[in-house]
């Protein structure tokens, strides 16, 4: 007679052979901007095609390496400035689209002195280290690991050299996150790894350690794993300011979903890990933790926004309490756009999609936008809208905007003004603005359109949901509460319910209509 282990084993086994397996999504089958690209390796893959799934090249390996090799190329870039750009003359950085803050603040903000940040003034206008806890906390440790003596510049080299060797493991961190995420589509992540501007503007600054935290937070959250995304998320924001929009999108849908215990896990999680980081310098160095809070007050109109732009045309400057105000304002209105489209639309929106749209309305309303800020984007827009076409006319945008900002510093501080002027770096804005406003529109009719969604074409609900993936709904708004009788109709043959996955429905994984 069989033993109780070896029946829970049989019994296991059984199951899984009977459950419908979810389809490995390639794109070069489904996309074809994907296919035509895939020509340079050989091209789509066929029927019957090596999965990798039992080998040591596995697609979350594969994007790992690939992430890692544009990365490389990306600081390939930047070797002008490392061998002498960074350190004679004002305008050749820029010149050679290389600056990066990284060995300028080796200096400007202490850390070739031995300060300590938040604690120990900083001479100059800047008293303290403008950047959050736990970003001040990588750039201290970075500092530490910095072991080159000899020259200045020798020492803001090797200061460069070691915070680009941990952004790369933040880099392969975002790549394998990335890839787990969607557990059936995982080389949507190719999209991040190959993404030209995750290359261009990966060691500007230090966005990368936030990115990759939060990336790791959304792999959490659709694990189901409320706590440990809430943590992440509190970690990221004690890094950079915008992951805490994430809990934004998760309200919403955790509202029309009726997951109130989740949600209340993952936001006291996300509370208690940013204390738990900023309390400590909170309390023994007020004046230097707050100065993140203030400077971003009280900081001019700047770089990248649409603010720049009527300042330029006007010729009159703007008053920061006024931009302050509006920008708010106008943020507000996006989210409660975004909010009335979460509970109205025919079918609950995917968590990815909503993120993308709640860190792009932050990103389109800021008073300013520095290059780097595109890293927030890539590995959202790779999970909200994984099409090869509208990622790279996007990326395109922002590769131009990427060498505008940078033709455009050049002119200022060119003595004969070469470079782009101030018209042009204007048109560069509008391509940004244009570009991130182009995806927000695809995402919004994916939404609204649920059938035209690449994700739940194969049949899933929600991949990156987590305990929202196939729930019911219990709170709708508009058409979505009085879906139309005849619906149900459409479409002869099995099909999956709305916000239903292919596994509870039972049947196999069929287009959505």
Not at 51 to 71: E, Q
Request: charged letters at 15%.
């Amino acid at each position: 007679m069989p033993s109780a282990e070896e029946t829970s084993v049989y019994q296991d086994r059984r199951d899984r052979r009977d459950r419908p397996e979810q389809p490995d999504v390639r794109p070069t089958r489904r996309d074809s901007v994907a296919a035509s690209g895939s020509e340079l390796i050989g091209g789509p893959a066929g029927r019957w095609a090596w999965r990798g799934g039992n080998g040591w090249l596995t697609p979350v390996r594969v994007i790992a390496l690939v992430a890692i090799g544009m990365f490389a190329l990306g600081m390939v870039q930047k070797m002008p400035c490392y061998n002498w750009a960074w350190f004679r003359g004002a305008s050749s950085q820029y010149t050679h689209a290389c600056y990066s803050d990284i060995p300028h603040l080796y200096l400007g903000r202490g850390f070739s002195e031995g300060l300590i940040p938040y604690f120990d003034r900083l001479p100059g206008d800047m008293e303290y280290l403008e950047y959050p806890v736990l970003t001040g906390l990588f750039m201290q440790v970075a500092s530490w690991l910095d072991v080159a003596g000899g020259s200045m510049q020798n020492q803001e080299q090797m200061y460069w050299m070691v915070n680009a060797g941990l952004l790369m493991i933040c880099t392969a961190v975002i790549a394998v996150c990335v890839t787990r995420t969607h557990r059936h589509r995982p080389w949507d992540a190719l999209l991040v790894a190959l993404a030209p501007a995750f290359a261009l503007t990966a060691t500007i600054n230090w966005d990368l350690l936030a990115v990759a935290l939060t990336a790791a937070a959304m792999l959490m959250w659709s694990r189901g794993r409320a706590l440990a995304f809430g943590i992440l998320i509190g970690l990221a924001t004690a890094a950079k300011l915008y992951p805490v929009l994430l809990l934004g999108p998760l309200l919403l849908l955790c509202w029309r979903a009726g997951k109130w215990r989740e949600f209340a896990t993952a936001a006291l999680g996300a509370a208690a890990a940013w204390l738990a980081v900023n309390l400590p310098v909170m309390l023994l160095a007020p004046e230097g933790w707050k100065k993140f809070y203030t400077f971003s007050q009280e900081r001019q109109v700047d770089f990248g926004s649409f603010w720049l732009i009527i300042t330029q045309r006007t010729g009159e400057p703007l008053e920061v309490e006024s931009v302050n105000t509006y920008a708010t304002l106008l943020m507000i209105l996006a989210c409660a756009g975004i909010g009335a489209l979460t509970l109205s639309a025919p079918r609950r929106p995917r968590f990815a999609q909503l993120v993308f749209l709640v860190v792009a309305a932050f990103i389109i309303t800021n008073k300013v936008y520095s290059p780097q800020y595109v890293l927030w984007l890539i590995p959202l827009a790779a999970l909200a809208r994984p099409r090869w076409r509208d990622f790279l006319i996007w990326q395109s945008c922002e590769v131009m905007y990427f060498l505008g900002i940078w033709m455009y510093l050049a002119y200022t501080t060119s003595p004969k003004h070469k470079g782009l002027p101030p018209e042009g770096y204007q048109v560069a804005i509008a391509l940004h603005l244009l570009g991130t406003l182009y995806l927000c529109a695809v995402v919004v009719r994916d939404i609204l359109k649920p059938e035209r969604d690449g994700v739940r074409m194969d049949g899933s609900d929600d991949p990156s949901g987590g305990v929202l993936d196939g729930a019911d709904d219990v709170f709708v708004l508009g058409h979505a509460a009085h879906p139309p009788r005849h619906a149900a109709q459409a479409v002869e043959g099995p099909r999956v319910q709305w916000g239903k996955s292919s596994h509870e429905s039972g049947t196999e994984p069929q287009p959505s209509v």
